[in-house]
């Protein structure tokens, strides 16, 4: 069944909602639409509370890790973290507290993917798949084909997944979550563009309830207006029934 999953962005140590194209190496450049003023460990025990499941935590460039570690100290085994993970320090996260690690760049070097750094990074993690997430952030080319997106969004790889969103919430790209719905025989996640429950409601519809929807810079509790975190919680408690 489709599930609200919540997000927890890193940036410089802060929880923050970035549009996720403006994060290159330009400061002047970034767009944020919400810092907030509660720490990461905030956002995991509201999460905890909820039993909000699959919640990712995902460090937005150097400096983040001291948060990262703090919101998986508040609910350990139940977070998924990214960012920067790679063969050296996957195993590390998951000893931390990490669910599962998430990873994109580290499989695209020179903007190729990589199946011996896979092979790597699943021995790191002892071969258990489980512990694997993979992010295919992705920029759509033409009418029905889209391209993993590295590097912040700024590096377009060879790979294609065959319109980045990602805090701008201009709602979902529907073609995708059709898609994904037909490709994906494994659990996954549509995150980027989610702006209120008529979303879920989207999502469950286009994809059968086989796609999962994230929604950040929409929600109240990081100073979006779209919809309230209690209605997301509200949402997902109601699919069980």
């Not at 992010?135 to 033409?142: A, F």
Request: charged residues 25%; glycine residues 10%; hydrophobic residues 35%.
């Amino acid at each position: 069944m489709t599930r609200f999953r919540p997000c927890i962005d890193l940036h410089a140590g802060q929880v923050k909602q970035i549009v996720g194209g403006t994060l290159d190496s330009s400061t002047s450049a970034l767009k944020t639409n919400y810092v907030s003023k509660h720490p990461a460990g905030y956002y995991a025990e509201l999460y905890r509370e909820n039993a909000l499941e699959g919640a990712h935590v995902i460090m937005l460039g150097p400096g983040n890790d001291e948060a990262a570690r703090e919101a998986l100290a508040a609910w350990p085994g139940h977070l998924q973290v990214g960012g920067g993970i790679n063969d050296k320090n996957a195993a590390l996260w998951i000893d931390n507290g990490a669910s599962k690690v998430i990873i994109t760049s580290f499989l695209f070097p020179d903007g190729k993917f990589s199946q011996e750094r896979l092979d790597a990074l699943l021995a790191a993690l002892g071969g258990d798949k489980d512990k694997l997430v993979i992010d295919l952030s992705c920029r759509r080319r033409g009418d029905d084909r889209w391209f993993v997106a590295m590097n912040k969004w700024q590096t377009i790889t060879d790979t294609e997944v065959t319109e980045d969103n990602e805090g701008l919430q201009r709602g979902v790209d529907e073609k995708l979550v059709e898609k994904l719905a037909v490709w994906c025989s494994i659990p996954v996640t549509y995150a980027g563009g989610g702006r209120n429950l008529n979303d879920l409601e989207l999502v469950k519809r286009l994809s059968n309830g086989r796609v999962d929807l994230t929604i950040g810079s929409a929600l109240d509790c990081f100073g979006g207006t779209g919809v309230s975190f209690d209605d997301c919680v509200k949402w997902n408690t109601e699919q069980t029934r």
